[in-house]
């Protein structure tokens, strides 16, 4: 049994079709394309032979070329073959579309099989030698449309390009599924392409009396009058239907088998051979191991030729000829034309659609050429759409080359998928991400509108495979909001996009986690969360059971029934419950902290998550201490006062309480009996101070604690003594404790007693990028900022009581736009994780690569010094910088920097706008080492002395390094004013 | 002949409107329409200050839709038929079961819209049922209704006699949908047998909705009757006597219902209704209605209470739904199991 493949991932480029969706429209809606010779091929008034000016299929802007997005330089995207570009941009678009970011398929054995047939920029640019260039070299010539992609996209695999004539691009996708069948690659990527640039193949069409007057195929239509010729790109990736099924990628349809064969010497090279399909067929058939009958419809080869209908007719008849009910045939040249090297896939694509869809589009070519007796052959026109039955649904697709080869594959329907979806109440995080504001924008619309468009019950799949697809781009994108909140979210943060500054390069966030301590709870506290937090509801019904009854009743209980947590026998272990459910909810995404900092009580948390206590020890613990200090006598006060230990020391002086905690600068709070502190408040206020008397039962972190310390100690020590995994800033005795360090029960009998010492511990919270506060309300938050210490943005888990449960995912989408890749598997309820088409990347249209219309031929032709180049350059509309240019001060126009901006900017083709300071030869501007050479050519002229190209490349990181480096040469300004 | 109920889907539009907010727009006294109807909050497509319409009957059967098909896990290519069933569509041409198939992306499959009231549902799962089959086995059906085209926001409200003004306050607007499937295999509750049936021979209509083009528009004939004491006493026989058909139909013992779908009239009718079959037959199934809550949306209310079912069925439960069509009489409901 020949092993299944599918078909994961499709994209195309077609005419009249931008994109798979617009195909399946224009297929649906039974539309045929063709149209006169576009004035940017050849002119209108040429005087070729008959023929040069049949219509056909033409794509539209196929000059266009996303060149910044994959970091090659305009001269080189100048010098490049179209069809290599429209495959490199239609490429990335398909494997999105397979549900798999293309950078994770960087390293791995994936092939890539290109089927092309003709390859007219080399016939315009390669013609005169003396023009000849190196990217010239590299951006023509069948195998380079193939190994380009294995080269950007990083693939391991086989890479080839396939030419057998117009059953190139089926022959690509036998090969790449047979390179599967053969566990050679695990992934393969198959294409085609076709543009035409010259006349060439239409004059030869017409001259042997196959050209369509209307340039329209009409295949097995009583008009069909010859070909009519198109242009497109094509691709598939493909999975074997196991692998596709276990890692849950969608699936377009199934390639059950196929076969390649040729006429061998048949009534003439060209002449197609009746016998020798037949044949293909039937091997396709035993190899998919199906019969005749098993199959719903083909998607013939159909040129729309009298002969090469009939044979393909009395082929399919052969095979096809005993049916009971008749099998539907149809062809999408009657839409497109002919694509040639494009046409295979194309068809392939058309009847992948059907499959899925469960409708075969018409062929619309009029009605059917009665000498060809299709009824007889156990056949019938599919002419208006067509519904097809449910249960596994079979097709066949043909593609026949002139030469000869030909191919047959055989299909199967998508296997059913039953995945009810998840709750609309779930928060999560839609990403996405460009190489551009404009293409982020544009791609973010797109989203949009496909978010909009779904039930709000499956926005959350679209959400999630935005995060396993549109990732690892210069300009990230994050929201955060509830699966049925998403398009409102994205509306408003799409609105926020306008004006946003530019992205800094993003680098692996830091990460401070810090645990927010007594007075913070409130009732009802993360209930929002729970509500709509799948994860941190597991995690916090884990931490109450850990922690078990308190007050008659769970944590969790306590939290839904808006119990009052003011006994702190109830708030400890519900602040520890929440503080430890926050952040083993960002621990599972993977968020590491590289510093752990608790306040108080807090610190039984972050040592939990520090790999001291398991979370049994740690619930235990905390219970026992909340317990042991409510069985106390109450009476206890404590103050809050605005000024430093010394200063109250020196009003207060032997009169001085117990320092509970040192907030602050400015930020003290004593602890003591209540007569005591009232006494206390009095003096300070009237030497002028803030005082605030806090709601407590007791005087924590006083003398007044000192009864239950040894009961803690002793329960403290029944719990094994661990190291500290991750650094902890500690409060106890602040200093940072780095890991190793061993938490016994000393240091938690200590922590009852001695005051918090914040200030002393927040000075090590000065480095992380980013400070991130798991408890009920940002406190610490807020006295870090007031202290001043650490810089790195704040981010809260729970804003207060007020919050509405989306803000543990936003604070996952603020660190992934930041530049960290949290497994989001740990954020998404499965029910949400399941693939889901989403719109492909929205590439930059802006910079268009083409060769000068009318005349450039002839200007070959000629002999005469060959302007391609130069005229290329005029077309290359200003190529906008993809490297954020605001916010950078200009270059000094030193000599040097003068020199470099312009040698640059010849070499690359980057307009001398775009070359800012930071930008990177190789990954933004596409710098290479040919261009290396030339650009020591071009700037030794320009600095009057030779220039060592092995001494400067160490130098050619960014534009800055370099300017820098030939100042310091040249003793100019060395780095004067320009920001390396 | 039964099939499998794969998922549901509701559409009610904005939120709840209370008794004391539709008290204020129609002068009438909550405390009234708690008491004698029993309706306490329902939702309206209309914005009642602008009187502009926020949700068209489409808008409604759509979303319903898409979240059937969304709780079904089944994508709108999947989709063998869509029957809708209403009595107020958007336009009497194109039907409004097209626009919806439009909307969902539903194609080259047959449609059907049932011109009903309460019975719709019923008639549309009927319908549907016997349009699935091995080789085209997923069927979406919809009951959608909306009162916008009743509602003449202009009037001397505190003129009005009770019984033009319940109209005010019953109806509600929404849909519902639930996807069905009739191949092998599938997991979920069996729908069936559905029993829907004409009853009204020789008997007047007790509720009449006129509908006027350009030719009558003027004629001053009011829009909506109703009869309401002869709801009040046919429908509560009917529902009887379909609950002990479908009893009879599959061998349930009455007392071996585990839920009620009774008739959707209003909050206290329904009570009423309940009441009596549970005396008349010793139920002791639970009660799933909805009118309460969301008003009476006529062919949206039994998929409304579908839908709040599914969420509780066990394996081995089984469930009754009643719905009783006093226009011109048809009774209707359907049985499902749990396996």
Known sequence: MTIPVAVVGMDCRLPGAPDLAAFHRLLLEGRTVAGPVPDDRWGPDDESPAGTHSPGGFLDDAASFDHGFFGIAPAEAAAMDPQQRLLLQTTWRAVEDSGVSPRALAGTETSVHVGVMSSEWGTLHLADHRAMTAHRGSGNGYCMAANRLSYHLDLKGPSLAVDSACSSSLVAVHLAATALRAGEVDTAIAAGVNLILTPALSVFYASAGLAAADGRCKPFAAAADGIGRGEGVGVVVLRRLDDALRDGQPVHAVIDGGAVGSDGRSNGLTAPNRFAQAEVIRRAHRSGGISADDVAFVEGHGTGTKLGDMIEVRALGDVHGGRQAPMLLGSVKANLGHLEGAAGITGLIKACLALEHRVLPPTPGGPENPELRLAEHGLRLAAAPVRLPSGTLRAGVSSFGLGGTNAHLVLSSPPPRRTPAGSPDDAVVLVSGGASRHSLQAGLRELAAAVRAEPPARRGRIAWTTTQVRTGHRHRFAVAATVEGLPAALDTALAALDGAPEPERPRTPSIALTFTGQGSPYPGMAVPLYRHCPPFRAHLDAASEAVGAVGGATVTGLLLGGADLTPTAVAQPALFAVGYALAATLRDAGVHPRVLLGHSVGEFAAACLAGVFTLEEAGGLVAARGALMQALPTGGAMLSVRADEPRIREILGAAMPDVAALNGPQATVLSGDGEALTKAADALTAAGLRCTPLAVSHAFHSRLMAPVVEEFRERAGAVPARPLQVPLASTVRGALLPAGTVLDADYWADQLCAPVRFTEAAAH??????????????????????????????????????????????????????GLDPDWSALFAPAHRVLHRIPGYVFDTRNRFWFAANGNTDALAAGTPPPPLQSARPAVETPTPDIPASDVPALVATDAAAAVLTALSEVSGHATGALVPHARLDDDLGFDSVMAMRLADELEPRLGEPLDVEALLPHLTTVASLIDHLETRLGGPAGEGVPA | MSSTVLGTGTALPGAPLDNAAIGARFATDPRWVDRFIGTKTRHLGVDLDTGKVTHTLVDLAAEAGAAALAAAGVDAGEVDVVVLATASPDHLMPASVNLVADRLGIHQVPTYQLQSGCAGAVQALDVAGRMIDAERPVALVIGADSCAKHLTLDRDFPA?????????????????????????????????????????????????????????????????????????????????????????????????????????????????????????????????????????????????????????????????????ESSKWIRTGFALEMP
């Open chain 1, 765 to 818: 919270l000065a480095d992380p990028t980013h400070v991130v506060e798991a408890g009920p309300r940002p406190v610490l938050l807020g006295l870090l900022r007031q202290a001043g210490v650490a810089t790195g943005t704040g981010l809260a888990c729970v804003p207060g009581p007020n919050a509405d449960g989306t803000e543990l995912a936003e604070v996952l989408a603020a660190l992934h736009h930041d």
């Open chain 2, 160 to 324: 009005l006699p009770p019984t033009e003004l319940v109209n005010y306050v019953i109806f509600g607007d929404g849909a519902g949908a639930a996807v069905l499937s009739a191949a092998d295999g599938e997991t979920g509750p069996r729908l069936g047998p559905v029993r829907n049936a004409f009853v009204g021979l020789g008997r007047d209509p007790g509720q009449v909705i006129r509908w006027f083009g350009a030719g009558d528009r003027d004629s001053g004939e009011q829009p909506l009757d109703e009869d309401y004491k002869a709801i009040e006493a046919g429908v509560p026989e009917l529902a009887a006597q379909m609950l002990d058909e479908l009893c009879a139909l599959t061998g349930w013992a009455p007392a071996s219902l585990t839920h009620l779908l009774p008739p959707q009239l209003g909050g206290r009718m329904t009570a009423a209704i309940t009441e009596g079959l549970v005396a008349r037959f010793g139920l002791t199934a639970t009660e799933v209605s909805c009118v309460a809550d969301t008003g009476n949306n006529g062919n949206a209310l039994p998929f409304l209470q579908l839908h709040r079912l599914l969420p509780q069925l066990v394996p081995g439960d089984r469930a009754v739904a009643l719905a009783i």
